[in-house]
């Protein structure tokens, strides 16, 4: 089996996704070779072949053309498998790819059952198996589901290329998060409010609790999106990646991305009237209650120690 | 201006799941239903251009039983001026492909100068539809979407990227977007509006008129995920859940340290 792996370069950045394509190519049992639009002087250290565009000659991501740099490899590489993290730029060139191929194409595999991909959905409350039926197929990969035991070393053979085409799209400038306030990577216990708190009069019964156990207070994006909290407070993929000694997460369900920001904290308590909730596979205790009922007690009592 | 957003129902995620008897897709009864919430961005980003423009006509399609008419009534009702049900009872048998190739084949002499889809679905999650739309039509398309701004066949948008940075992106019509949570604040439609709603049209067209191609994969298997890491769970009076928790805390953390 062949598989060629995109990594992904960013505002002068290889991104660390691209150890994760590794492993599951080992996993896969597979022969693998790279690609990359990026620059030399941040290649992955691995001993792979790499066939490399050059980021300043190319521009930032243009889906026209990195879909058409890849659709060149593939053609001279013929590999069985593409595969993608599945990030802001996988799931948007997966499918182009895919289609340019007459692939079929699997999103954020998060396991392989007798070489079946495995996937979330509903929100990770169920997990699907599914049959690919092309030659060649196309697969972005969950961030975090594959790993390597070590950080692999070497060196890539690299091997240039280029494109003269032109994207539909013009790409005119990165807007950076704001920033400032509340920095919750520095917090020992955050207390994150999620939707289920149900109105944004809520958040201060969230902000007590955090005040009562010396933390912050984080939230969960609906929350962010609803104006009811500031977004630098926001924990997840698209927001803060947080990993304090205390995380509780009230009334939030533990969508994939929202556990992508916090599952690295030591030690994580979950509210929730959902005693199904995705939360539960992450969570050191799932306390299954209302938090508009539990939250003032338990603050109360966490104030009277 | 000629517009058309594309929606699906999906079932509430609060919802208990049951997994159905051909054990590859969830079972559909007793499920609440309702607009997927990426969907929902769409719609409102396509009833404000409408707005914007003053001359345009825009099209809600809906793949899917009878029953997914009560969610397109909700897109009507928000602003839309006409729907297209696709009818098709079997439409979770169908993967992303052919949905998508449905869809273009729908769109594809209609010469729409706007497209709008979620980025995903909240039960599937492929996220491919709205892409593989683009590129059976043609065109230009840019997904995740956090802004957008149109003006004269020109559009500016965001697209949303990893820890809160955004790419700014041009492009012109005609073009698909595909929007992700945050865009705009989707509106709830007025008592008026949902009166108004009634009387538009509606139109099925039965799914075999427009699939074209074969499926390039199928579903072996859904089940529920093992439950991993062996967490407690409480349950009970909040008044001992809290003293049971705070034991726990003092005992497992250093927090009250
Ligand atoms: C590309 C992308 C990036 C994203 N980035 C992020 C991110 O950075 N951060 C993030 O959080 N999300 C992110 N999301 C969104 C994510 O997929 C989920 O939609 C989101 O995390 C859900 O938030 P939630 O858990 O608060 O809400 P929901 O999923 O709606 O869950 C609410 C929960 O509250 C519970 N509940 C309801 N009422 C009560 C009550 N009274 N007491 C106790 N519990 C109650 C419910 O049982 C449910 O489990 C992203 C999505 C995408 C597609």
Redesign the pocket.
């Known amino acids: 089996m062949k598989l060629l792996l995109i990594a992904e370069y960013r505002d002068g950045q290889l991104l660390a996704g691209w150890s994760e394509l590794l492993a599951f190519s080992r996993e896969m049992g597979g022969e693998s070779v790279f690609f990359l639009v990026g620059s030399e002087e941040h290649l992955p250290t691995c001993d792979e072949k790499l066939y490399l565009a050059d980021s300043s000659a190319c521009g930032e991501y243009n889906p026209d053309l990195h879909k058409k740099l890849i659709v060149d490899i593939v053609n001279k590489e013929q590999p069985d498998m593409v595969v993608f993290s599945h990030s802001s730029y996988g799931w948007d060139l997966a499918p182009r790819v895919a289609f340019a191929l007459g692939a079929s194409q699997v999103s954020e595999v998060v396991d392989v059952s007798d070489g079946v991909p495995v996937i979330p959905v509903c ?1 990770s409350k169920l997990r699907r198996e599914v049959k690919i039926k092309t030659d060649q197929a196309v697969v972005t990969l969950q961030a975090g589901a594959f790993g390597l035991q070590e950080e692999p070393s070497g060196t890539p053979t690299v091997e240039k290329i280029s494109v003269d085409a032109a994207g539909r799209t013009t790409f005119t400038g990165y807007e950076q998060a704001e920033s400032g306030g509340v920095d919750l990577a520095k917090a020992s216990v955050i207390v994150s409010a ?3 708190i ?1 109105k944004p009069e809520n958040v201060e019964m969230i902000a007590g609790l955090a005040r009562a156990l010396g933390g912050e207070y984080g939230a ?4 962010v999106d609803s104006e009811w909290v500031e977004h630098n407070r ?6 803060q990646t947080v990993a304090p000694k205390l995380y509780v997460a ?9 556990l992508a ?1 916090m599952k690295k904290s030591e030690f994580i308590v979950a ?4 005693k199904d ?1 995705p ?1 539960g596979e992450v969570a050191d205790v799932l306390v299954v ?4 009922q539990f939250v003032p007690v338990l603050t109360e009592k966490i104030e009277s120690l | 201006m000629k517009i058309l957003v594309c929606i699906k129902q999906v079932p509430d ?2 919802s208990k799941f049951k997994v159905d008897d051909s054990g590859t897709w969830y079972d559909r009864a007793d499920l609440a239903w309702r607009m997927n919430e990426y969907d929902e961005y769409a719609v409102e980003q396509a009833v404000q251009l409408k707005e914007q423009v003053g001359d345009s006509d825009l099209t809600v399609l809906c793949i899917g039983g009878d029953q997914v008419k009560e969610t397109m009534k909700k897109a009507l009702a928000m602003g839309c001026d006409r729907g297209a049900h696709i009818l098709d009872d079997e439409v979770s048998t169908k993967e992303p492909y052919q949905i998508a190739s449905i869809i273009a084949e729908y769109a594809q002499d209609k010469s729409f100068d706007l497209i709008f889809t979620g ?2 679905s909240q039960d599937r999650g492929s996220g491919q539809v709205g892409i593989l739309v683009a590129e059976f039509l043609g065109l230009p398309s840019v997904s ?1 979407i956090v802004d957008f701004v149109y003006e004269d066949g020109k559009i500016d948008v965001k697209r ?1 990227l990893e820890g809160g940075v955004k790419a700014c992106v041009g492009l012109s019509a005609p073009a698909l977007l595909t929007c ?2 945050g865009l705009n604040t989707p509106r709830y439609p007025t008592l008026p509006n949902i009166m108004k709603a009634k009387k538009k049209e509606l139109l099925s067209i039965p799914v075999e008129d427009l699939l074209k191609v074969e499926a390039r994969q199928e579903t072996a298997r859904v089940y529920f995920p093992e439950k991993k890491g062996g967490g407690l769970v409480l349950e009970g009076e909040v008044d001992q859940l809290a003293d049971q928790l705070i034991q726990i805390l003092k005992e497992k953390t250093g927090v009250f340290a």
């Open positions: 929100n999620g939707r289920g149900g969960s994006r609906p929350v926001q924990v997840g993929t698209t927001g009230c009334g939030i369900s533990g969508a994939i991305q929202h920001g509210v929730n009237t959902d909730a939360v209650a209302d938090l508009k | 995620m609060e980025m995903q995740t949303e992700q949570l």
